[in-house]
């Protein structure tokens, strides 16, 4: 079956080979920064679409693409039984069977820095996980976050000063 990408409606297309039917699976756009076509049929730059000269997102540039997949594979996965302080691409998998955790963010991250969470025991809702904020935002409040719910697996992406750390599924 043929594959692709309807970047317009960010739906993955399946084809048949007898062109009888498709079948479509629409994704969130999470994870890749996007590129607009803009009027000329080519890819609009980053500096375009902050500006907003750009604003309708049609495609995905092939280097962002490629560079979201590099930073998927690149993390720094570690198995955390203790009190941790986060650094950018670290993949936490955080066993808290003997007891509560905290995990520190980074003081001075930037834009696009991330961060993955997966409660690897499923002991959250027993001893939790606490994500200290380190004077940055999390989800725009500024408050520790708590984690107490058992198998949870996020990712934090920071944005900014204002909104923080974000929480993506």
């Given at each position: 079956m043929p594959l692709q990408l309807d970047s317009l409606n960010?739906?993955?297309?399946?084809?048949p080979e007898d062109g009888a039917g498709t079948a479509a699976l629409t994704l969130p756009r999470v994870g890749i920064q996007p590129y607009s076509v803009n009027t000329a049929n080519t890819f609009a730059t980053q500096a375009e679409m902050v500006a907003g000269?750009?604003?309708?997102?049609?495609?995905?540039?092939?280097?962002?693409?490629?560079?979201?997949i590099v930073a998927q594979r690149n993390f720094n996965w570690a198995?955390?039984?203790?009190?941790?302080?986060?650094?950018?691409?670290?993949?936490l998998l955080v066993d808290t069977t003997n007891g509560a955790i905290v995990v520190t963010l980074p003081g001075s991250p930037t834009i696009g820095d991330s961060i993955h969470i997966s409660d690897v025991s499923g002991k959250f809702s027993t001893n939790s996980l606490t994500l200290s904020r380190n004077s940055k935002p999390i989800m725009g409040l500024n408050e520790d976050m708590v984690c107490n719910i058992s198998k949870t697996t996020f990712r934090l992406v920071y944005s900014n000063n204002t909104y923080g750390w974000r929480i993506i599924w």
């Open positions: 960010g739906a993955i297309i399946l084809s000269t750009e604003p309708g997102v049609r495609a995905f540039s092939p280097q962002r693409i490629s560079q979201a198995i955390i039984t203790g009190s941790y302080s986060a650094q950018n691409y670290d993949g």
